[in-house]
């Protein structure tokens, strides 16, 4: 199963609202998990099962779809927001995740 | 707390077997309901699964690396292992050892080690 995000590179400003696209090439209900990832760091888990945040992570996080199309929108750009974002089907092994988005200020 | 932590040769040469160690500690592997995967990142591009074990010994495989990888558990030790044979230049990655668990039947990888550097030097 492919995964494409959109943008692969997005710039904003603290404060900014984003979203971020993860598109499936084939349909994988809600079995779609977000991760971000900072230079020289492991991903971290930000939502699973598409719309579920992981405990401890800001609630300026969320996430939203189903099926084909998902999105994962920070609704209010912190200093600490600055990182890649990483889309993950879990709907069939081996699991695959999207190309990645660059989030710059 | 459950913390993961890789640990192997930082430079294989090529044709040759790559082996990497995820030791876990605040859970023991053998229990539970969990995966323990392996998963890779080249420099500068994109993350790849290449197989995982289930608490049970069960294992599953990426089918592109299928041939050339094992995955294996000591529960002694509560570590989980990964072999790659015959490597090549595009095995150069960093290496990331995670746990996968499943939640409201959802699955994520909710527990990452580090990662290791591994480069394949001809």
């Known amino acids: 199963i492919q995964l494409t995000q959109s943008p692969s590179f997005l710039s904003a400003s603290v404060g900014d609202r984003v979203t971020i696209t993860c598109r499936a090439s084939q349909g994988i209900y809600s079995y779609l998990a977000w991760y971000q990832q900072k230079p020289g760091q492991a991903p971290n888990l930000l939502i699973y099962g598409a719309s579920t945040l992981q405990t401890g992570v800001p609630s300026r996080f969320s996430g939203s779809g189903s099926g084909t199309e998902f999105t994962l929108t920070i609704s209010s750009l912190q200093p600490e927001d600055f990182a890649t974002y990483y889309c993950?089907?879990?709907?069939?092994?081996?699991?695959?995740f999207g190309q990645g988005t660059k989030l710059e200020i | 707390q459950v913390q993961l932590q890789e640990s192997g040769p930082g430079l294989v040469k090529s044709s040759q077997t790559l082996s990497l160690t995820c030791t876990v500690s605040?859970?023991?592997?053998?229990?539970?309901?969990?995966?323990w995967s392996w998963i890779r990142q080249p420099a500068g591009k994109g993350l790849e699964c290449i197989g995982r074990l289930y608490t049970s010994g069960s294992t599953n495989y990426n089918p592109s690396l299928k041939s050339r990888v094992t995955i294996s558990m000591d529960t002694s030790k509560n570590q989980f292992s990964l072999k790659l044979f015959s490597v090549t230049a595009a095995d150069t990655a960093v290496y990331y050892c995670?746990?996968?668990?499943?939640?409201?039947?959802?699955?994520?990888?909710?527990?990452w080690g580090q990662g290791t550097l591994v480069t394949v030097s001809s």
């Open positions: 995670a746990r996968e668990v499943v939640r409201d039947g959802y699955s994520s990888l909710d527990h």
């Open positions: 605040g859970r023991s592997i053998s229990s539970g309901s969990y995966y």
């Open positions: 993950q089907q879990l709907s069939s092994y081996p699991y695959s």
